[in-house]
């Protein structure tokens, strides 16, 4: 089956510890996406890469790091520079090249204490 | 301003109803309008894309696109409990990345 997976579903950490969370598609897109979705709210966009070895951040990408050294996988670190780490993250893909349809994992809940 | 914005909701409809849910962008260059359905505690779904003005149906759903006016509906008829949701309009304003709405939730109620 196509599809994206994230792993774990739940994390939970300690103040001060950076932690990854993973993303991996195996629909062969180009581009993959990282959000961050707070209660109530719509979703801010991380960073996000349209090529291997190539990535930019979106509008809130301090306290975070990503890599993209294969076109499947797409991890986050969340660092202990991010205030407020706590929330829902969600990985995307999409095809690339003029097709912005993006489509989701199910999803880490991170909740740091 | 905020880039993209919805009706905060939350919307409420009978079963069976039609439930219109709106959309304005601020950035004129943007070429591309989506509409993803999440549903509580889940991650968003993709229901519909929009690329030129005017109307696009699939099934129940029915999105419509007026560049001049900067605005996005979808539509669902014939509403079902199961549409309850919470319905994310997203626009491409910048080649590679889609700008989130807030969401507006909805409720059928049977």
């Known amino acids: 089956d196509g599809g994206i997976t994230q792993s774990p579903k739940y994390l939970f950490r300690k103040e001060g510890q950076n932690v990854t969370l993973s993303c991996e598609q195996n629909l062969n897109h180009d581009a993959m996406y990282w959000y961050r979705q707070d209660p109530g709210q719509g979703l801010r966009l991380i960073y996000y890469?349209?090529?291997?070895?190539?990535?930019q951040k979106g509008d809130i990408a301090e306290g975070y790091s990503v890599s993209r050294e294969k076109k499947e996988s797409f991890p986050l670190t969340v660092t202990s520079a991010q205030k407020n780490p706590t929330a829902f993250y969600l990985c995307?893909?999409?095809?690339?090249?003029?097709?912005?349809?993006?489509?989701f994992g199910p999803g880490t809940r991170l909740t740091v204490t | 301003q905020k880039e993209v914005e919805q009706n905060s909701g939350p919307l409420s409809v009978p079963e069976g109803a039609i439930a219109s849910l709106n959309c304005t962008y601020s950035?004129?260059?943007?070429?591309?309008f989506f509409w993803y359905r999440q549903y509580s505690g889940k991650s968003p779904e993709l229901i519909m894309s929009i690329y030129s003005n005017g109307d696009k149906e699939d099934g129940r759903f029915t999105a419509q696109l007026n560049k001049a006016s900067q605005y996005v509906s979808l539509l669902i008829r014939d509403s079902q409990p199961s549409d309850s949701a919470t319905y994310l309009c997203a626009v491409n304003t910048n080649a590679g990345k889609s700008t989130f709405g807030d969401g507006t939730t909805l409720t059928v109620k049977p």
């Open positions: 890469s349209q090529i291997v070895n190539d990535f």
């Open positions: 995307a893909s999409s095809a690339g090249v003029s097709t912005y349809e993006q489509y």
């Open positions: 950035d004129r260059v943007s070429q591309s």
